[in-house]
């Protein structure tokens, strides 16, 4: 497996940390939809931006088999094929940082998993809502020891807009507003990537190496139902 880049000590923001393992975000035009197929992801980590709107005012779709972010923006008749086709899927693992079943997306979620719960439970940290780390918190945790930063204004930047965007292109993100997207699902990929172990298990070769096939997938939604 090839060895991946170091994180910079100090304070290191998601979008920094994101680039620093070379991905990248990419607007989902049918030529990138495409592309994510044929990668055949076994898991993949979904985050949304302007959930005060239903579907979500963008979507960021990262998935175990490529480094490209899928940037997309429903309109407001509701989910494109390929988002539905996705999220109804039970072959692949829907990553989210939160419970499943709270989320709008536009279409019911199969096979989700709420990566914030259970890394706390593996912690043996609280798994109650208002007690739980942040997104960035846990991530930079478990990739290098200490949290990373968030960019709390650009987060609240999404929630400013009044009405839905033109979803014929994503020319009404900032260049920071889309990294800043594009890095929250990269953050919930790599917890689910770098999840301990259940207690009371040794961390397998699987694990060590990070091979995310979807007999893990369902493993880890049967340790979340429990």
Not at 10 to 34: H, N
Not at 88 to 107: I, Q, S
Not at 179 to 205: C, F, N, S
Request: charged fraction near 30%.
């Amino acid at each position: 497996e090839e060895e991946e880049a170091p994180f910079d000590d100090g304070p290191c923001c998601l979008e920094a940390a994101m680039a620093t393992r070379g991905y990248e975000a990419a607007d989902a035009s049918a030529a990138e939809w495409a592309a994510f197929w044929r990668s055949a992801p076994a898991a993949v980590a979904i985050d949304a931006e302007g959930t005060h709107m239903s579907p979500p005012v963008l979507m960021q779709i990262c998935a175990d088999s490529t480094k490209r972010v899928l940037l997309y923006a429903p309109d407001a008749s509701g989910l494109g094929a390929d988002a539905e086709r996705l999220l109804r899927d039970p072959r692949v693992t829907k990553c989210l940082f939160g419970p499943p079943e709270r989320e709008k997306l536009g279409a019911k979620i199969v096979n989700g998993l709420d990566v914030q719960r259970i890394a706390a439970k593996r912690a043996n940290a609280p798994v109650e809502r208002h007690k739980q780390k942040g997104l960035a918190t846990v991530c930079g945790e478990l990739l290098r020891g200490e949290a990373f930063d968030k960019h709390k204004d650009l987060q609240k930047s999404f929630g400013l807009i009044k009405r839905r965007p033109d979803t014929a292109s994503l020319d009404w993100l900032s260049p920071a507003q889309r990294d800043y997207a594009a890095a929250d699902a990269w953050a919930t990929l790599e917890i689910y990537k770098h999840l301990p172990p259940p207690p009371g298990k040794r961390r397998t070769a699987r694990h060590a190496n990070r091979a995310h096939t979807s007999d893990r997938g369902r493993a880890q939604t049967a340790d979340h139902q429990g």
